[in-house]
């Protein structure tokens, strides 16, 4: 499998470069340390910076600008950016009112983000971290203690950052930031492995007539290797998954996210999508909103994850307040 | 090479269903015959509408809605839509002032195309069609006499769409559309070739120390098979033979389309748009506006095409208004 690439050590660095230039009006990218700011910072507002390893665009960097995050900081590939760049965009985007992390649970990210929290913290900054681990698939793993914190981490980012754009506070933003975190799951399948740039090696082998059930998104094993399936038989799987683990009260409403790991064409997750929309249908269970697309990706891997979030009407005046980044714009 | 995939048959019909049921506030999704119609049609508005063989997703369907397409007309996999769902599409958009076609040059498309408008015309509705012919690559190939239509589709789209919502009669709208034909170039590489859903396999077959230069959206072959090379140096050649026959005043402007093919991640794209900016700036070609992402694809091939788009502050007014379709969405 070829790649788009000059030198591999150069290409997160070059990519950022290329995005800073296609997004100047609502991103400044810095390059060393390698961050993502928010061009139009608010004054008094409290900042949501996000971050992790590389290799998963456009997680986070694409989720940067009004409504959303204020500063992302990327690792190389999957890898999770040291603590030097995550303190000094804290420092960039912090307002006097405090600055929230929105942390995918691996152990890596949590010990650096940690590290820059307590250093940003001795400089008088306010910092509360929530960790995302939305994945149902195992309960711990390679890189992980407890649950892995996949795609649903675009639906809290969207939500909460639409929260400190109206203002909150920054124990009300850690607060709704958890309560999301309590209500979304996500579970992926891999059907192609992805190939990492500095290798040029696939991260796992996969015959031809199977596929990883319950993948994560650094090609992590997953439950199992299950036999290759028709679309619907993998989007009930991975449903099924999903919703034996969702708290769902009586009458609630969801955000579906049927994601793409990078290499699958939108119109495979519109086959997803239409099954995962009849089967919700089936049992009652309201799609309030949906995106269909590749927002949290690995690399090049082909297939799909699946994300439910409950949701209530508080919630979804979040989800459909403005936002204007890179990757997600509605509302103006 | 894995698909999610049902009955390869129904493939078209199901991901349309799901798109329908997605995005059921901008689109209404007709079965039989396949159309996708923009759900809140503008009285008296000129119907743009545009079509081809399916496998190029987003384009069209997901660029229908407020500011663009009024329909769009997906025919099977590759593979030309008939006149009958054109027609009817035609008459379910037509306000009494017409419908203008935007068709990319393929010998099916134009055929039935033709056929539809032909038919429109004898039941009194008002048709002219432009063709696109923006791939520089060859200049006839496997199933076009001239020059292939490709991602440049997706900038008459938005900026034809704008006009239209502002009120252009059809004469204005095609005398528009020819101009912006005449002022955008593409090309595209592939590094990796697409699978098609019917048959489970690559539609051409390429060593892992080649590329194909100049290949077209179908998989048609291009200017030649030219050694796998560093990102930089293949933006070079596209950009080169883009620029080579661009039709550039002195001082010109361009938007700029950095597009994937399918199953190229955005990482990549940033990279070689990152290049494609340096190299503009070099030469003193301001890029104006700019996209980066999947817009015309094929399939699940990897690679990337460019496209550079020649304009002034009125196309540039019209490239900023507002859009709100499944695909692209800015200003409101």
Chains 1, 2 share one sequence.
Not at 180 to 188: E, N, Y
Not at 205 to 221: S, T
């Amino acid at each position: 499998m070829k790649k788009l690439v000059n030198d591999p050590r150069r290409f997160v660095a070059e990519s950022l470069a290329g995005f800073g230039a296609a997004h100047g009006d609502i991103v400044r990218v810095n390059e060393t340390p390698a961050y993502v700011v928010r061009r139009a910072l608010v004054a008094g507002k409290v900042g949501i910076l996000s971050g992790g390893g590389s290799g998963h665009e456009p997680l986070h960097a694409g989720f940067v600008g009004l409504g959303m995050l204020d500063a992302a900081v990327p690792g190389e590939i999957f890898t999770s950016p040291t603590p030097d760049p995550v303190l000094e965009a804290t420092r960039v985007v912090d307002q006097g009112t405090g600055v929230l992390y929105l942390v995918k649970n691996y152990t890596g990210d949590i010990l650096n983000f940690e590290t820059a929290a307590e250093f940003a913290q001795a400089e008088g900054i306010l910092v509360r971290t929530v960790v995302v681990d939305d994945d149902v698939a195992v309960q711990n793993s390679e890189f992980t203690a407890g649950r892995r914190g996949v795609a649903g981490t675009v639906l809290i980012e969207k939500i909460v950052g639409a929260a400190a754009e109206r203002g909150d506070d920054l124990e009300e933003l850690a607060g709704l930031a958890a309560r999301l975190v309590a209500s979304v799951r996500s579970m992926g399948v891999a059907i192609a492995p992805p190939t990492v740039p500095h290798s040029g090696m696939r991260s796992f082998e996969l015959n031809d007539d199977e596929v990883e059930f319950g993948i994560g998104i650094h090609g992590e094993r997953g439950r199992a290797r299950t036999a290759m399936a028709p679309a619907d038989e993998l989007a009930d799987a991975v449903l099924d998954a999903v919703l034996d683990d969702l708290p769902r009260p009586a009458g609630a409403r969801v955000i579906a996210l049927v994601n793409g790991m990078g290499a699958t064409p939108v119109a495979e997750l519109y086959v997803i999508y239409r099954r995962v929309a009849e089967r919700l249908g089936e049992i009652g269970v309201e799609i309030a909103r949906s995106l269909v697309g590749s927002y949290v990706t690995s690399l090049d891997m082909a297939g799909f994850s699946v994300t439910l979030l409950t949701v209530d009407d508080e919630l979804l005046r979040l989800w459909d307040a403005p936002v204007r980044t890179a990757m997600l714009r509605w509302g103006g």
